[in-house]
């Protein structure tokens, strides 16, 4: 159930023990409601729906989770049910070894180098959003789709030039129709069964869209190996260039495709989710936009749209950006799965326990922040109190901690910038209901009224 008081939109946790039965339904229909609002307040949350399961949110405990005994700890069985048919062993899913050696091989096309390269993408793109709502003129617009088609734009510029079939609305439609099927948690994934028992939830899903675009992505490998490279490589050029440096392996086709449709899903997916969540967030709170649009007009001059030069000279909106990573973090649930008998919290774990990350509920933490639901991007300023490095985790931490964390944040801030220079966003009445599957999207869009400066 959505709360409606005086914060902006969140969830309102339950506050009395649930059923399994009741919490596979919760499950399919919102991730969130199965944190207790205990989470928000106590370091570590236990209990047992089938398996044994712990709940972390001690910044202590997360560090030896993410970091310290990373090993211990891969991705659960749940997360790769989940996400295993769609981008199959990619580095989001691989473990180990397998897992290793894609991160060094894919390292080096994320460098910060190529991250500030690919700006002027996120620049164009910035300006034709700019452009398609400078056009909207009747009535309130729905900022999550038009997000969407922004960053789409990017991901598909840099994945493959623009261009070799990729669609945005197949790209889209293929998202959403994963998540209302195969993507949603069984009850057989509460009771923890294990992963070679059919879920019938997910046996008439059968992601007919994902294989499509299986094949859009084999076939644009296919026509690179062909033509070679682009004379400004794309990440699909910099991943076919990249190699293990240790053993020089390269990845083969299949690994390129299922790390090339991780980076699509992911790269333009979450980006739009923060963008849309952050323009609600502005509309939400009329001083803080008003700020931000004043920085905004003070680098662009009332005109041009920003670029990656601009940056540093855009301090509160990136603070704007990781206030709205803070209350709507797009991973917003993790999961792993113990191999090892382990304390966290001064709680004792044990081989094949359950261990939840609730990133929301992490970020929401009464012991970790001030009035945590409220919205403040004072909290990042650079005289904000120091606060835990495990206690803001939007991207992960730890050798794991999310490759394109620089890439997102850097479209993040060129959007908004250019948007906040040339509108001033308001709200409409329809309140947006943040709901988990894979992803924390608004139900229901982010409706807002548009008007030029």
Not at 149 to 166: K, P, Q, R
Not at 343 to 355: C, S, W
Not at 427 to 445: N, V
Request: aromatic share 6%; hydrophobic share 45%; charged share 25%.
């Amino acid at each position: 159930m959505t709360d409606v008081s005086g914060y902006p939109a969140r969830v309102r946790l339950n506050r009395r023990p649930i059923g399994v039965i009741a919490s596979a339904m919760i499950a399919r229909r919102n991730l969130l409601e199965l944190i207790p609002d205990l989470a928000t307040r106590q370091p570590m949350v236990s209990g047992r729906t089938g398996k044994r399961w712990h709940m972390v949110m001690d910044p202590d405990a997360l560090r030896r989770v993410l970091k310290d005994r990373v090993e211990d700890y891969p991705k659960s069985l749940v997360t790769r049910l989940l996400l295993e048919p769609a981008i199959g062993q990619s580095l989001f899913i691989a473990e180990g070894a397998h897992w290793r050696w894609q991160r060094l091989a894919a390292a080096p096309a994320f460098a910060q180098r190529h991250v500030e390269a690919l700006g002027p993408v996120m620049t164009a793109a910035a300006e034709a959003s700019a452009r398609r709502l400078a056009a909207a003129t009747d009535g309130p617009v729905d900022l999550f789709e038009e997000t969407v088609s922004a960053t789409f734009e990017v991901i598909a510029d840099v994945t493959l030039s623009g261009g070799e079939g990729f669609d945005r609305d197949a790209v889209h439609s293929a998202i959403d129709a994963y998540m209302a099927g195969a993507a949603r948690m069984s009850i057989m994934d509460i009771l923890g069964l294990p992963g070679w028992i059919p879920r019938p939830g997910r046996l008439f899903s059968t992601g007919g869209e994902m294989r499509r675009m299986k094949r859009v992505a084999d076939a644009a490998i296919r026509a690179r190996a062909r033509s070679g490279p682009r004379p400004v490589p794309d990440l699909l050029d910099l991943l076919r260039a990249g190699a293990d440096p240790e053993t020089g392996r390269r990845m083969r086709d299949g690994e390129l495709r299922d790390n090339l449709l991780a980076f699509i899903v992911a790269g333009h997916e979450t980006t739009a989710l923060t963008l849309a969540w952050a323009l609600y967030l502005l509309a939400f709170d009329p001083d803080v936009q008003c700020r931000a649009a004043a920085e905004a007009r003070a680098v662009l001059g009332g005109g041009r749209p920003a670029t990656a030069a601009d940056l540093p000279q855009l301090p509160y909106i990136r603070q704007i950006v990781d206030e709205t990573l803070r209350l709507y973090p797009p991973a917003a649930f993790l999961s792993r799965t113990a191999l090892a008998s382990d304390v966290l919290g001064g709680r004792e774990v044990r081989p094949g326990d359950t261990i939840m990350l609730p990133i929301y509920a992490l970020h929401r933490h009464h012991m970790l922040w001030d009035d945590p639901d409220r919205f403040d991007p004072g909290r990042f300023a650079p005289d904000a109190p120091p606060r835990d490095r495990f206690a803001f985790l939007p991207f992960g931490a730890g050798p794991r901690i999310c490759i394109g964390a620089s890439f997102a944040l850097q479209e993040a801030v060129i959007v908004l910038a250019t948007l906040l220079d040339r509108f001033r966003f308001s709200l409409s009445g329809q309140r947006p209901d943040p709901r988990l599957i894979l992803t924390l999207r608004p139900h229901g869009g982010v409706w807002l009224r548009v008007a030029a400066h």
